[in-house]
C-alpha cells in the first residue's frame, strides 16, 4: 500500500525543500536570527548552513553577506530579550519563566538562574562566551538587562560571539556547498521524498505533543504547590 499521499497531504519534503530553495534570501536569515536569538526557541543550524549552502550552490546569496546578516539578526534579537528584563524587571522575568508560555518557550526558572550565575562568574565576557553554548546562548542577555550592562558593551559581545558562531555555521554551507551540488541534492529528496515526508510530520507531531506536555505539566506542578 503506497502512503506517500496521505503524507504528502500533511507534510511533502519534496515541495518543502522547493520552496525553501525557491524563496530563501537574506530577510529569510535576519527574521529566523531574530526570533532564534529572542526567547523563542528556534535552532540557528536551520538557518545560517542552509543559506550558506545555497549561496554557494545557487549564488542569488553571499556566503559572507549570510553571515553578516545572520549576526545582524541575532544582535536584534538579543536586544529584545535585553530590553525586555530592562523593563520587566527580575519578578516579571522569573514570573515569566515560571508561566505556562515559558515553559512551552522551553524556559524555567532554573535555565533563568543558571544564565544568572554564568553571568555573574564571567561578568561582561560572558556575553560574548554565552553565544557560543547551545544552552545558555538564547538566555544571557536576560541576566545582561537585569543587570543593567552598558548597552554599548553589550552589542559589541554580542556581535562578536554571534559572529564567531555564524561564521562556523556559515563554514559548514560553504563547506557542504562545495561537496553535494544543488542537482544532486534535490536527486535524493525525490528519490527518499516519502521517507523524509514521514520524518518531517512525525518531528511536527512529536513538537506539538511536547508542546502540550509542557503545557500540563506545568499545570500539574502549580497544583502541588497548592
Known amino acids: 500500500m503506497d502512503f506517500s499521499l496521505p503524507c504528502a497531504l500533511f507534510f511533502d519534503a519534496k515541495e518543502f525543500f522547493?520552496?525553501?530553495i525557491d524563496n530563501a534570501n537574506y530577510w529569510y536569515v535576519l527574521l529566523f536570527m531574530i526570533i532564534e536569538s529572542s526567547f523563542i526557541p528556534f535552532p540557528s543550524e536551520l538557518v545560517v548552513p542552509p543559506a550558506a549552502y545555497l549561496a554557494v550552490t545557487k549564488g542569488d546569496m553571499n556566503v559572507v553577506a549570510v553571515v553578516l546578516v545572520a549576526t545582524a539578526g541575532a544582535l536584534i534579537g538579543a536586544l529584545v530579550n535585553y530590553y525586555l528584563s530592562v523593563w520587566?524587571?527580575?519578578p516579571l522575568v522569573y514570573k515569566f519563566a515560571n508561566s505556562r508560555i515559558g515553559h512551552m518557550c522551553l524556559i524555567n526558572r532554573e535555565k533563568v538562574e543558571k544564565a544568572e550565575k554564568y553571568f555573574d562568574e564571567h561578568g561582561a565576557a560572558s556575553t560574548f562566551f554565552g553565544r557560543l553554548i547551545p544552552a545558555v546562548r538564547q538566555l544571557i542577555s536576560i541576566p545582561a538587562g537585569l543587570a543593567r550592562m552598558n548597552v554599548g558593551k553589550f552589542c559589541l559581545f554580542t556581535t562578536l560571539g554571534a559572529f564567531v558562531w555564524n561564521a562556523i555555521l556559515g563554514g559548514l554551507g560553504y563547506w557542504l556547498g562545495k561537496t553535494v551540488s544543488l542537482d544532486v541534492l534535490?536527486?535524493?529528496i525525490e528519490e527518499y521524498n516519502t521517507y523524509f515526508s514521514y520524518a518531517g510530520l512525525a518531528l511536527?507531531?512529536?513538537?506539538?505533543a511536547f508542546m502540550v506536555y509542557r503545557w500540563f505539566t506545568h499545570k500539574a506542578e502549580k497544583e502541588i504547590e497548592i
Do not use: V, W
Open 18 to 20: 522547493q520552496f525553501f
Open 204 to 208: 511536527l507531531i512529536f513538537i506539538l
Open 186 to 188: 534535490l536527486e535524493k
Open 88 to 90: 520587566l524587571g527580575r
